[in-house]
């Protein structure tokens, strides 16, 4: 599982995660791109992106709004560019709520977080309320409402120990293992906030119908258990399988609470054209990251969104080397098709845009790639 999704960049007043996505309506599924680390710290540095944005066909991102004047005024000036947002809604917590302390040198990827289970339903209603409010005074409709980021995952869940046991836990886990047990007590808290996003969402003007999801989940494509060595004694983190989260939230009423299940996947990069490096890609695709996907409307779950997918491509070089990656993509499209056709996948974020600390971008060279256009071009998705 690649560490890129443990990053964070900042859009103006937007908090910009590594999931910001162009929009692109193809069969019932949303095709877009992380904007990853863009920089857009100024008025001028915002405004050529959005004009790079654009240009490349995007009509939406994925990102948190500025709850001050600035941030209302920066998501006017995306919408008269004609693109929307997929709002990303942090957890609120009460003041001085006890952090667990962020370890850089043993634990650089593993943020100071609050443990989920103290997060506080009164404070996001009060937040998202008067949030959304001003939003729709503006006219604002958003494209989507996703709750949180990688909540099974120890960088952005402070339920989680650290050091862990170095382990993916599952459904079983959350009910018998002392640590497990106490990630799921998170779980049933965070359950509580997307009850009250839910009614808020329900009971607005213009945004009753706007989409709620999932946090991302996180998927590590291999069976629950002991992570595989090398890692060092007192560095180990653990995680919950995508599996198992959905799993446990179901069965203590997510369904009502969400149209979507949002998850996040790195496939593997091994092999690209060769005929057994792409059966265990989409096996494990089947297996680790969409197994819980439905149509909407079955009662048996819900359909998905990824929300980060993507490869890495360290060649920096003008014009760039991307055969493998192009090799890829084209290969993950095809995996992904049938999903977008059963419409158990809604929504296909690749990352990222801009990314020179993972080497995952595909606009370089002051131009979108083959590989970019391929993983976004909404023609490349509609037909077979």
Known sequence: MKKVQYLVAFFGCLLVTPFESAFAQTRDAMVGINLGHAQTDTVEHQTALLDDLKAAGVHVIR???????????????????????????????????????????????????????????????????????????NNIELAGFELGNELNMTPFNGEFPVPGQGKQFGLNDLYHDPEARQIAKGYLQYLKVLSVLKDIRDHSKLNQHTPIMTAGFGAYEAPEGAFPPPAKPGTQTDMVSVNGTIEFMRANGLDKLVDAYAVHVYPWANGPGQVAAATGRQNRLARYVLAECRPAGRGDGKPCWITEWGFRNTDTSCPMHEADQVALIEEMRNNFRPY?????????????????????????????????????????????
């Open 63 to 137: 990102a948190g709004i500025g709850a001050d004047d600035k941030g209302v005024d920066l998501v006017k000036r995306i919408y008269a560019q004609g693109i929307k947002i997929l709002w990303i809604l942090p957890l609120k917590y009460p003041p001085n709520v006890p952090v667990r302390p962020w370890r850089p040198k043993q634990f650089p990827g593993v943020w100071a977080e609050p443990a989920i289970s103290l997060a506080d339903p009164d404070q996001f209603r009060a937040y998202f309320a008067l949030l959304l409010a001003k939003l729709e005074a």
């Open 340 to 384: 977008v056709e059963e419409r158990r996948l809604l929504g296909l974020f690749y990352y990222a845009w801009v990314d020179p600390m993972e080497n995952f971008g595909v606009f370089r060279c002051g131009l979108l790639t083959q590989s970019g256009r391929l993983a976004i071009a909404p023609e490349y998705w509609g037909e077979r």
